[in-house]
């Protein structure tokens, strides 16, 4: 590979990319941006390569800089759910372990970063977050980079206003005032506003690729009318290509009903309807989260 199709990726181009033929639109777009320590709101669809696209310019950042790296915190990522933080320390775990940059997760369901000798990378909540700074706020006060992925789950919501507090007591935490901003999404509406709530100012990257996802907007006051048809419809758009199906409710009443539908409607699918919501137990948790990255169907 070229150093120009590397993008300026000389140290980190491999780990991340080297099992692909080419770089995605929004990878091309968003690295540069990152090198030149400009902060980004990045708008692609799920599994275009966006958390990529920023991880992989932070990872060269630091170990471009000749500073220290053991024993600091150089970057946090901040996902919406405890799912997502775990699944991104797997997919980037050995890959930013043999660069030679540790990471650690800090939710309800991961303990492995250690504020005393802390990792050089954090995968956590906003509300882990908040408890680290009120906790440990030295360890965030040498702090380069923010990430912020999956904005449309938080931005306006009360965890969206949290957020933006959060961030601005993080700015204020750090010994020096430089830190870049990454917030991604893969839906956007008013993409000017977002910047000015949780950045101030930064370039908007927007990839044109479009991903083929079907959303079905569900009325629970209907569930009669609308379960008549919804087995033909599944059979046609998405069991016959083999394809997940997600469903989110409003209340966890609502999810235990609509698993109860599902496994009539399915019942040579029982075992892999599942539920999920914040009653379960960890171990259950982790199982259906497990579920949903090796099966086929799932809640």
Excluded at 56 to 64: F, G, K, Q, R, T
Excluded at 83 to 107: E, N, Y
Excluded at 172 to 193: F, H, Q, W
Excluded at 242 to 263: A, M, R
Aim: aromatic share 8%; proline share 4%; charged share 25%.
């Amino acid at each position: 590979m070229s150093d120009d199709k590397k993008l300026g990726l000389n140290k980190t181009y491999r780990e991340f990319f080297s099992g692909f033929t080419n770089l995605t639109e929004i990878q091309k777009l968003v690295i540069p941006v990152v090198l030149k320590g400009e902060n980004a709101l990045i708008i692609s669809p799920t599994a275009s390569g966006k958390t990529e696209s920023v991880v992989a310019p932070i990872c060269e950042i630091l170990l471009s800089s000749g500073e220290p790296l053991n024993g600091v915190l150089k970057a946090i990522y901040i996902v919406p759910t405890i799912a997502l933080a775990g699944d991104l320390i797997k997919r980037l775990g050995i890959k930013m372990q043999r660069l030679g940059i540790s990471l650690g997760g800090r939710t309800s369901n991961d303990s492995s970063f250690n504020p005393n000798k802390p990792q050089n990378f954090l995968f956590t909540t906003p509300e882990s977050a908040d408890s680290l700074l009120c906790r440990h706020s030295k360890v965030l006060k040498n702090i380069k980079f923010i990430v912020v992925d999956e904005l449309h789950f938080l931005d306006n919501t009360y965890r969206g206003d949290q957020l933006m507090v959060l961030l601005n007591r993080l700015r204020r935490n750090l010994s020096k005032p430089e830190v870049g901003i990454y917030c991604m999404s893969a839906t956007i509406n008013n993409p000017d506003g977002l910047v000015s709530r949780y950045m101030k100012s930064a370039e908007i990257c927007r990839s044109s690729e479009i991903r083929d996802v079907t959303y079905l907007p569900i009325d629970t006051r209907k569930y009669a009318n609308y379960w008549a048809n919804f087995r033909a419809y599944c059979d046609k758009k998405i069991l016959g290509k083999k394809k997940k199906f997600l469903v989110f409710c409003n209340t966890k009443k609502d999810v235990i009903q609509t698993v109860e539908i599902l496994k009539k409607i399915y019942p040579e699918l029982n075992n892999r309807i599942r539920e999920h919501h914040a009653s379960l137990s960890k171990t259950d948790r982790k199982d259906v989260e497990k579920m949903l990255r090796d099966d086929l169907f799932s809640i």
